[in-house]
């Protein structure tokens, strides 16, 4: 592999254990301010310090985000519809390799919506950004499954969308966790990190979902909401890195919450 594709992908990928904690703060591009999502900039920047790399798209990232921060950016460069739109599918290039090279990023992000209306246009979309982007030594990150895909959340299904992916050139996937996991991952042979999906039930659900993911073979978590919208994200972004990155049981990583969210708390309370 080229070497600025792999120097940018070690810094994404922590090079002691191959792994990542990413902050996805790019829901904005389709959902517009999003709860706890609102002023991105309040929301991001008590995180920055316990992510590995951060996910968002270019107008947030100038406006959000100081430039002299060193966290890599991975950039989401594709979009152009909305959940109010006809069809969130209907995606395409919204930022170009030139103006990702001006942000010194460190990789970009497209999403696939394989089995959609829109499955050739998203596919030929990432063709393109590879082409584009390996020249200058850019990885691409390929997002499967988003929006109505998102039904289709089961192996067979997901193990298709990041395969077809990893075959057109993708540096590294970004899917969803389900059963059978390891399935998806062994038929793709680039890196897959796990989204988190809306905000779950439990604080136990999304660590024992970052440990399953983990343990299946995921080389990270890409995870937004499960972070921010969390009433005590700062504690919640450290448990999850230390199951990432410090082998933590979910029990253990629960313990870290705790002990966390006690400390920050005002005496007396908890
Ligand atoms: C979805 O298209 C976006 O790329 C999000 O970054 C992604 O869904 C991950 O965020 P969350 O953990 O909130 O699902």
Sequence with gaps: MDWGIRNRLSRIFQPQDGRTLMLAVD?????GP????EDPRATITPLLPYADAIML??????????????????????GGATIVGRDLANETITTSVRDAVRLNVSAVALSIFVGSDYEHQTLANLARLIDEATPYGIPVLAVTAVGKELEK??????????RV???LGAHFVKTYYCEDFEKVVGGCPVPIVIAGGPKLDSDMD?????????QGGA??????????????????????RAIVHEGATPQQAYELLRDLIHA??????V
């Excluded at 798209?57 to 594709?78: A, E, K, M, N």
């Excluded at 959340?153 to 990041?162: G, M, V």
């Design 34 to 37: 999003t709860t706890r999502l």
């Design 27 to 31: 829901h904005g591009y389709f959902l």
């Design 57 to 78: 798209t270019r107008g947030i990232l100038q406006t959000c985000v100081d430039p002299t921060v060193t966290v890599p950016v991975v950039l989401r460069v594709s």
């Design 165 to 167: 992916a990893a075959e």
């Design 219 to 240: 080389a990270g978590v890409d995870m937004g909401r499960n972070i921010w919208q969390h009433d005590h994200p700062v504690a919640m972004i450290r448990a999850i």
């Design 264 to 269: 920050q708390a005002p005496v007396g309370r």
């Design 153 to 162: 959340r089961d192996a067979r299904y997901l193990a298709l969308a990041c």
């Design 206 to 214: 999304v660590l024992r979902l970052a440990y399953e993911a983990i």
